[in-house]
C-alpha cells in the first residue's frame, strides 16, 4: 500500500513561481513512475510531468517544457515539481501519483495511476 501526501501549492502572480511537494510512504516497488497531474474546473485530468524513481529519467508535458522540473529525493522519499515563470493557464489541482510500472512517457493515462496524493491547489494571478 502507497500513500501520498502532496503540498506546497498556493497562490501567486503570473511569472512566479511554486515548488509542491510529494511525500510517499510504502513500498518502492508500488512506485516505480512519479508523476504529477493537475486539473483546471472543467478539463480532464492532465500529467505534467513524471520521474522513474530510482533512475532519474524525467518526462515533460510540452505545455510546460522548460518551465517546470521534476526531482526526486530517495532518501527522503519525496519527489518535487519546481514551477517557474508560471501562467494563469497553470492554474488547477495539482495531484501527485505513483505506479508501479515504468511507465512510457507522457500524455499518460490517469488509470495507470493506482495510487494518488489528496491534491493542492495552485492559484496563477495575471
Known amino acids: 500500500q502507497v500513500q501520498l501526501a502532496d503540498s506546497g501549492g498556493g497562490s501567486v502572480q503570473a511569472g512566479g513561481s511554486l515548488r509542491l511537494s510529494c511525500t510517499a510512504s510504502?513500498?518502492?516497488?508500488?512506485?516505480?513512475?512519479m508523476a504529477w497531474f493537475r486539473q483546471a474546473p472543467e478539463k480532464s485530468r492532465e500529467e505534467v510531468a513524471l520521474?522513474?524513481?530510482?533512475?532519474?529519467?524525467?518526462f515533460y508535458a510540452d505545455s510546460v517544457k522548460g518551465r517546470f522540473t521534476i526531482s526526486q529525493n530517495s532518501a527522503k522519499n519525496t519527489v518535487y515539481l519546481q514551477m517557474n515563470n508560471l501562467t494563469p493557464e497553470d492554474a488547477g489541482m495539482y495531484y501527485c501519483?505513483?505506479?508501479?510500472?515504468?511507465?512510457?512517457?507522457?500524455?499518460?493515462?490517469?488509470?495507470?495511476?493506482?495510487?494518488w496524493g489528496q491534491g493542492t491547489q495552485v492559484a496563477v494571478s495575471s
Open positions: 520521474i522513474w524513481s530510482g533512475h532519474g529519467y524525467t
Open positions: 510504502g513500498t518502492v516497488n508500488s512506485r516505480r513512475s
Open positions: 501519483a505513483a505506479s508501479s510500472s515504468f511507465v512510457h512517457g507522457l500524455p499518460g493515462s490517469p488509470e495507470v495511476f493506482g495510487y
